[in-house]
């Protein structure tokens, strides 16, 4: 999820009473409620080295290395500003902070793992991505319903608005799982019975602002189709223009062998590949039709000269 969703589930939770457990209570589970994504960081790296930063982002920091250390670094971090801060303030409560430090990071992966862009929750140990694909990465009810939460709880001086907040979060956050879940058994049986046989991967995600309409993306072999499922009429509807694969061709190949497409795959799911011949070579950008259009962070684009094989490609 966003950064700003991030910030107001930690500080509901703040306001919803654990901020009386110790001083710097609510800073803490803000913080820790979106330190994970210290991984952004790898968007300067990217600057100096051929990596997309895709393939940094939601893995050691949100893996079980970081889920360990952390709220441990967290937690010492805001003992040594307290001391330094308020040296004869009230005292801190380590334990209290360990536990918000670890409350506010795993409110984070959970929020991360309900989206389509995935989380490795089990990095290092294991690369695999998950994917909840029930609410969208930016998802505005959210927004209204903590948002709301905190600004009445600050007002009023009583956590009851921010209970009430979660609550009503958490069963928004169950009523888009288990759409996520019908809407997909309704795709695979619909994309059976009129073709006979199981999609080799689909995702049927959610799409920004409408809650029960969901974008469908299905790999068909040597191509993906796309579509929409809505609820209002469940019927999954496909687009009549189809987007090719291309992995045969023969510039691809040598892409694959380039360091900013070998990063950028590890993060892709439904990779596709776009070839252009120019005056320096063959054009090949890869993208993922998650994320079919635009340039920037989402794709990677190399040019293959003339007569490569697989080695010796140059990035453009």
């Known amino acids: 999820m966003d950064n700003i969703c991030h910030t107001l589930v930690g500080a509901a939770m703040g306001h919803a009473g654990l ?3 110790t001083p710097y209570a609510t800073g803490t589970l803000m913080i820790a409620a979106n330190i994970p994504d210290l991984d952004a960081l790898a968007v300067v790296a990217s600057f100096v080295t051929d990596m997309s930063p895709v393939s940094f982002r939601r893995g050691w920091t949100h893996g079980v290395v970081g889920q360990a250390l952390l709220p441990i670094a967290l937690t010492l971090a805001v003992m040594a500003w307290a001391r330094w801060r308020r040296p004869h303030g009230p005292p801190v409560r ?3 902070l360990l536990a918000l430090s670890y409350l ?9 793992f309900l989206n389509n862009y995935g989380v490795r929750l089990l990095a290092p140990l294991e690369w695999r991505w998950f994917y909840g694909d029930a609410v969208f990465i930016v998802d505005p009810w959210l927004w209204l319903l903590l948002g709301l939460g905190v600004w009445m709880a600050k007002r009023t001086r009583v956590p009851q608005p921010a209970w009430l907040a979660l609550g ?9 799982l288990t759409a996520a879940a019908i809407s997909r058994q309704a795709v695979i049986r619909e994309w059976r019975a009129e073709r006979g046989y199981d999609p ?4 049927v995600g959610p799409v920004p602002v409408s809650p029960f309409s969901r974008q469908v993306i299905i790999d068909a072999g040597d191509h993906y189709e796309t579509g929409v499922y809505r609820f209002s009429s469940p019927r999954l509807q496909l687009d009549a223009m189809r987007i090719p694969k291309n992995e045969q061709a023969p510039a691809v190949a040598a892409a694959r062998e380039e360091p900013s497409v070998r990063s950028f795959l590890v993060w892709s799911r439904f990779p596709f590949w776009q070839v252009r011949h ?3 070579g063959t054009e090949v950008t890869v993208r ?12 990677a684009r190399v040019v293959v000269p003339e007569g490569a094989k697989s080695r010796g490609v140059e990035p453009e």
């Open 104 to 112: 506010g990071l795993y409110s984070h992966l959970f929020l991360d």
């Open 278 to 280: 120019t005056g320096r």
């Open 168 to 176: 009503f979060a958490s069963g928004y956050v169950v009523v888009m």
């Open 94 to 96: 380590a334990g209290w």
């Open 288 to 299: 993922d039709a998650r994320f079919p259009v635009g340039d920037g962070t989402f794709m």
């Open 19 to 21: 901020k009386q457990r």
């Open 200 to 203: 080799s991967a689909l995702m």
